[in-house]
């Protein structure tokens, strides 16, 4: 496991839309990802820098947010996985 390298080098990207410690808070992140859709590039990459889930009780409803609007980014710009 050593030999794995835990870091990304991001080439080519227009913009990072980094998103701090959600913490299942739904409102606030469909706050955020309605503003991402909007304003969102082809060349842009999305980064999650903390927790998803945690003191709320919404955490399925977070996890199920995230995967659409990975989905919906990945249909609207035709992208593959390794593109967002």
Same mark, same amino acid.
């Given at each position: ?29 469909q706050s955020i990802k309605k ?21 709320? !009780? ?24 390794? !593109?967002?």
């Open positions: 496991l050593s030999n794995i390298n835990k870091f990304q080098e991001f080439k080519n990207i227009n913009r990072i839309w980094a998103i701090g410690s959600i913490h299942s808070s739904l409102e606030s992140f503003y991402i859709f909007s304003n969102f590039c082809k060349d842009d990459k999305i980064v999650f820098l903390g927790n998803l889930i945690g003191f709320g !009780d919404k955490s399925k409803e977070i996890i199920s947010e995230v995967l659409k609007l990975r989905f919906n980014l990945m249909a609207k710009f035709k992208l593959k996985n390794k !593109d967002i």
